[in-house]
């Protein structure tokens, strides 16, 4: 477990303007007040909330929302209060604090019906502070990766909860990364045989066809180099629970399964998005009905990206993706940019999207429609 000051100093690095001090005095409030409790995996409780600190350190965000992550089991699991929360550190910290646990107090269920109206709860829970969703869902992946010391129908339980509520709404929140990493292990609880085969067949993959990834991006680097553009090109397998999705979708089996790699390019300035188009267009075949242009038309949660499908030598198809690095950063934190610090002052990043506004638009969506389940599908999507 990271110590008090590593943590400050953590968040220091990226927020010199940090108050040291309040940070440090809340990790020793927590760490005393969870005295004595631990976890079903045996560990002193205190590690959890510091784990979710971390997490919310990595994604650059503010002082309240670390602080909130340090305490947000106090009110729920300890004899501290929203009022001495308020005195001790800030009336912003309690309500903050105070928003985590009536997230937590929720009670999800898992029929259709009920899930849509989970979603509108935890929207309006949220719609007055967004951090509130921050500190939950840095809690949530901090409690489904540790899921295993917990009872097999729990495990279940957590997993259902986080493949239909909360990955789908880190993703409706432009954060990937989040959605993506809570997808993956609730997939492992979910379908541990299906995430392993599709693993396996990666190995023998690799084993057949080499490096693909390597490959691939060695040859896009040198299309780049040759037409003087000075670009960044980063290539992946996709992730399990991610290929998995596409073989129901599409009843494909592995093998006949197209795109199973992404690639992304990121570029100096938006001109060069679309030079690097038409390079790869140039030396790839661009595959028809897969071009998509989200620097023209943005998401709605910000997300700015040239998306394309190309054909390679052999016949498989790969996803690239082109963006500035504006643009990436926006895409991996999503909402949660909007908060994030560089060099001691909020993040000036032009395509952040103003979360206030973004969730009034969800809210009012879902007022408007009729069934609740269309709009948790849409929530989904
Ligand atoms: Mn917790």
């Given amino acids: 477990m990271i110590s008090a000051e590593d943590l400050a100093q953590l968040v220091t690095s990226y927020n010199p303007k940090s108050n040291s001090d309040m940070i440090i005095a809340a990790y020793n409030y927590g760490r005393e007040k969870h005295e004595g409790q631990f976890r079903k995996s045996g560990e002193p409780y205190f590690t959890h909330p510091v784990a979710v600190a971390v997490i919310l350190a990595k994604q650059k965000l503010d002082d309240a929302s670390i602080i909130t992550g340090l305490l947000h089991d106090t009110i729920e699991d300890t004899e501290s209060t929203k009022q001495e929360i308020a005195s001790l550190f800030s009336?912003?910290?309690?309500?903050l604090v105070d928003g985590v646990t009536n997230l937590t107090k929720m009670q999800l269920g898992s029929t259709a019906t009920k899930e849509a109206e989970n979603t509108r709860k935890l929207l309006m829970a949220i719609a007055k502070d967004m951090r509130v969703m921050l500190v939950k869902l840095a809690d949530r992946l901090h409690n489904m990766s540790t899921i295993r010391a917990m009872t097999p129908e729990k495990q279940a339980q957590k997993a259902r909860e986080t493949m239909d509520i909360f990955a789908p709404l880190a993703g409706r929140m432009g954060m990937q990364s989040m959605r993506e990493?809570?997808?993956?292990?609730?997939?492992?609880?979910?379908?541990?045989?299906?995430?392993?085969?599709?693993?396996?067949?990666?190995?023998t993959l690799q084993k057949e066809a080499g490096d693909v990834v390597e490959n691939i991006s060695t040859d896009m680097r040198h299309e780049l180099a040759e037409a003087g553009i000075d670009a960044s090109v980063y290539g992946r397998a996709k992730k399990p629970y991610s290929i998995w999705r596409k073989m129901q979708e599409k009843e494909l089996s592995f093998s006949r399964l197209s795109d199973i790699y992404g690639f992304r390019i990121i570029t100096k300035t938006e001109a060069d998005c679309y030079r690097v188009l038409g390079v790869i267009h140039q030396r790839w075949r661009a595959v028809p009905g897969?071009?998509?242009?989200?620097?023209?038309?943005?998401?709605?949660?910000?997300?700015?990206?040239?998306?394309?499908?190309?054909?390679?030598?052999?016949g498989k198809q790969v996803e690239v993706q082109m963006r500035t690095q504006q643009m990436h950063d926006v895409a991996e934190t999503g909402v949660a940019a909007h908060w994030s610090y560089k060099d001691g002052a909020r993040s000036e990043n032009p395509f952040t999207v103003d979360p206030v506004r973004w969730i009034r638009d969800l809210i009012e969506q879902f007022d408007t429609e009729e069934d609740p389940t269309a709009f948790l599908e849409a929530v989904k999507l």
Avoid: C, W
């Avoid at 045989?193 to 396996?200: E, K, M, Y």
């Fill in 290 to 314: 897969r071009f998509k242009d989200y620097i023209s038309q943005p998401k709605s949660n910000g997300y700015r990206s040239i998306h394309t499908t190309v054909k390679g030598r052999d």
């Fill in 181 to 203: 990493e809570l997808e993956d292990l609730a997939f492992r609880v979910l379908n541990p045989d299906g995430r392993t085969s599709i693993l396996r067949r990666f190995i």
């Fill in 91 to 95: 009336p912003e910290i309690a309500m």
